[in-house]
């Protein structure tokens, strides 16, 4: 074990190419995935929080349940979606970096939408009466709730893009862990590992370690700025 970690810091000292490329790639796919899911959940979000309407808590609640879904059986729906039987299939989504990256973005979409509308909904109430009393709009109004629940989103978009990074399910069934094409993080680690090559695969679950708590790092020092 020794052995092998001495040889993963090696692999990552001498910049090996195929660990660079498998890691640019994650970040790649699962950050365009979170850009993605976050332009469309934080509007809805902020209209779900905002807004009084029937069936409200049944939403919320459906896209709660949602974040617990297995990234295998969604990988499998995917799939049958992007296969050239399937409806998606003259798109070519399948064995393909964007197929997986739309995958990724419906993954997390559950995740961002739900933590957002809880960070929105916390926001205190003066704020919008404050907003409505100085004769702000309607989508002022709104960007002060959001800026008051910036720390929030921002938690929940990097958690978000962590879930996105280190799932497997998607990106071996999706993507097919192709060399060159669709091969990330996740998927390289399950195939060096099964190979025997340990060290290159704890070369690259140290990666994958790294940019998980260097996101969180740098989460953290942005909520202190702003607290």
């Known amino acids: 074990m020794l052995e092998g970690l001495v040889e993963a810091f090696r692999l990552l000292a001498s910049g090996n190419p195929e660990v660079v490329e498998v890691t640019l790639r994650s970040l790649g796919v699962s950050g365009s995935a979170t850009l993605l899911a976050a332009s469309f959940s934080i509007p809805l979000s902020l209209a779900i929080a905002l807004k009084n309407f029937k069936g409200k808590p049944a939403l919320i609640g459906f896209f709660n349940a949602l974040i617990g879904m297995p990234t295998v059986a969604l990988g499998l729906i995917l799939y049958l979606l992007f296969s050239k ?14 197929g997986i990256m739309l995958g990724q ?3 997390i979409t559950p995740l961002i939408v739900s933590f957002t509308t809880s960070a929105l909904e916390a926001v205190d109430p003066d704020v919008r009466l404050l907003a409505r009393t100085l004769g702000a709009s309607h989508l002022q109004e709104a960007v002060a709730v959001v800026r008051e629940a910036s720390s929030g989103i921002m938690l929940a978009v990097a958690a978000s893009f962590n879930r996105a990074v280190a799932e497997l399910g998607i990106a071996l069934m999706v993507g097919g862990n192709i060399k060159g094409l669709t091969r990330v993080l996740t998927t390289a680690i399950a195939l060096e590992t099964v190979r025997g090559e340990i ?7 140290v990666i994958l370690l790294l940019i998980v708590f260097a996101l969180n790092l740098a989460v953290n020092l942005f909520k202190r700025r702003l607290g």
């Open 105 to 107: 973005a419906i993954l």
């Open 199 to 205: 060290e290159l695969g704890i070369a690259l679950t």
């Open 85 to 98: 039987a399937g409806p998606l299939g003259p798109l070519h989504l399948l064995y393909n970096p964007v």
